[in-house]
């Protein structure tokens, strides 16, 4: 069974730093992309960074870029999320995401659009919160 387990959520104050980790379990093979998700309560999901299959090409949301890095470990089957000059309104949980698939579907998937055709496989979710 394919699990995804996210760590690294804690309380930090703006200006901070935090490294999100998550490790994949119950799969032998690469997935088509990586990706981190987030969501503040009362507000919906929304895309934070993304990682193609190919390792390299790494994309973000306007609101992290130049303060978030997306990375992996191949070797430890984790996905990494580095967060600099953290904000209060980086608050939320956050969510590893991956598509997994044998047969992946058209469009490709990319882990940036979070549907069910873009990604398949869910961590369970890690907190952080930034005190101004």
């Not at 993304?50 to 070797?75: E, M, P, Q, W």
């Not at 953290?86 to 698939?101: M, Q, V, W």
Request: with cysteine; glycine share 10%; charged share 15%.
């Amino acid at each position: 069974q394919v699990q995804l387990v996210e760590s690294g959520g804690a309380s930090v104050e703006a200006g901070g730093s935090l490294r999100l980790s998550c490790v994949g379990y119950g799969y032998n093979y690469s997935p088509q992309c990586w990706g981190w998700f987030r969501q503040a309560p009362g507000k919906e999901r929304e895309w934070v960074a993304a990682l193609a299959a190919n390792g390299v090409t790494k994309t973000y949301a306007d609101s992290v870029k130049g303060r978030f890095t997306i990375s992996r470990d191949y070797r430890a089957d984790t996905l990494y999320l580095q967060m600099n000059s953290l904000k209060p309104e980086d608050t939320a949980t956050y969510y590893c995401a991956i598509h997994l698939s044998l047969s992946p579907p058209l469009p490709a998937p990319t882990c940036t659009r979070g549907t069910r055709n873009d990604v398949n496989y869910w961590g369970q979710g890690t907190q952080v919160t930034v005190s101004s």
